[in-house]
């Protein structure tokens, strides 16, 4: 979710070797007609609270958890090389990816599954043409443009959502006379590590309306990681989004106010599969996710943070500072995908205007049938 967008180098051209077979066994890809549902069986362990209501938005929505351990692995007649593209191991929502391969819950479905670090952009025609088979990324806009010109991917699964005390977000330096309840945002420029084609933009336009602006109503200016926060101090922005645990800086100061963030109970990114494990080997990628989710209910399923040995384990496999680490609080890792959340992505792209094309239906972006299966849900 929070890697750089260059949409220009991602949708180049499309030839007709990238258009995606027929979606098979129950998985449709939009390349052509799905073939019989697969068979979906009731999976030990994940009882009714492994499934929640798509279009439940709910902030304090629960979600949805098997018991730990659980799905059991069901290895594959045959092991299986998976390669994942990545835009960073540094970041806590890739925890789990790494918590799976390093726990061998990947290498208990029959997977070989190996983490390579590859920006989004770059990333996205080699998923299209299988040369890697999934991505952890979001449906930013260059995989909406991307999907639009035929590349036959599907976001499969959610990765996470802010915990309701996390300030990571939009923050503004307040002018005299301003508080929190009033800021007038248009006109002002906004400092970020992440351009308009991310899924930030979404909840960016949101706050941004909420106090008179809209992404068609600011500027930009994009900085570096390390830059954001000292360009909003020193005066060269007048508002920045600021990312865990970068906010804890400016939070408490008066001059400061923190507009909004990430929706509580969304996840905006997660596992992107290409044609290989949506079409031609969905046993593996049913098997991905399951070993995904089952990493989920047994490490993440509550306050991880909680756990002093769990939390240096992570910082280890992050490479990242520990304290640092404990100064935010845990994540709400979270598989499920809610309804209309490629919808409202698409509203916010169209208003920074990095849009190509008419707006991608769900179900050409989406497939939940594979996590479904995994967690024995019959959809």
């Excluded at 806009?141 to 977000?169: E, H, L, R």
């Excluded at 990114?269 to 399951?290: H, S, Y």
Aim: aromatic share 6%; charged share 25%.
């Amino acid at each position: 979710m929070r890697t750089h967008t260059r949409i220009t180098r991602t949708v180049v051209l499309v030839t007709a070797s990238l258009l995606g077979a027929a979606g098979c066994a129950g998985h449709d890809s939009g390349g052509g007609t799905a073939a019989a549902p697969r068979a979906v069986k009731p999976v030990p362990g994940c009882g009714a609270g492994s499934w929640t209501d798509p279009a439940d938005l709910a902030p304090d929505r629960k979600a949805a958890r098997c018991d730990k351990g659980a799905p059991a692995a069901r290895p594959l007649a045959k092991k299986r090389k998976i390669t994942v593209a990545t835009g960073t191991l540094s970041a806590e929502y890739v925890a789990p990816l790494q918590v799976a391969v390093a726990k061998g819950e990947f290498a208990k479905e029959g997977l070989d599954v190996e983490l390579k670090v590859l920006p989004t952009p770059d990333a996205l025609p080699l998923l299209a043409k299988g040369d890697v088979d999934a991505q952890w990324a979001a449906p930013e806009a260059a995989v909406m443009n991307g999907i639009n010109g035929g590349f036959d991917i599907k976001w499969v699964a959610g990765n996470f959502s802010p915990d309701p005390t996390s300030k990571s977000g939009l923050w503004v330096r307040l002018k005299d006379g301003e508080s929190a309840d009033h800021v007038e945002m248009a006109g002002r420029k906004l400092g970020t590590m992440i351009g308009k084609g991310s899924v930030i933009a979404y909840p960016m336009d949101t706050s941004l309306k909420k106090h008179g602006g809209g992404l068609d109503r600011i500027s930009f200016q994009q900085l570096g990681s390390a830059d954001v926060l000292t360009a909003l101090q020193n005066g060269g922005v007048d508002s920045a989004w600021l990312l865990d645990p970068i906010w804890r800086k400016v939070d408490g100061a008066e001059k400061y106010a923190f507009l909004g963030g990430q929706p509580v109970g969304e996840p905006l990114g997660g596992v992107l599969f290409g044609p290989t494990l949506l079409n031609e080997d969905p046993d593996a990628g049913v098997a991905f996710l399951r070993a995904y989710i089952r990493t989920v209910n047994t490490y993440f399923a509550g306050d991880y943070k909680s756990d002093p040995g769990f939390v240096t384990e992570l910082a280890k496999l992050m490479k990242t500072d520990e304290a640092t680490l404990r100064s935010t609080p845990s994540m709400r890792m979270d598989w499920e995908i809610r309804k209309g959340t490629t919808d409202r992505l698409q509203e916010a792209y169209a208003d920074s205007g990095v849009s190509k094309g008419a707006s991608v239906p769900e179900a050409k972006a989406v497939d939940r049938a594979m996590y479904s299966e995994a967690v024995g849900h019959k959809l």
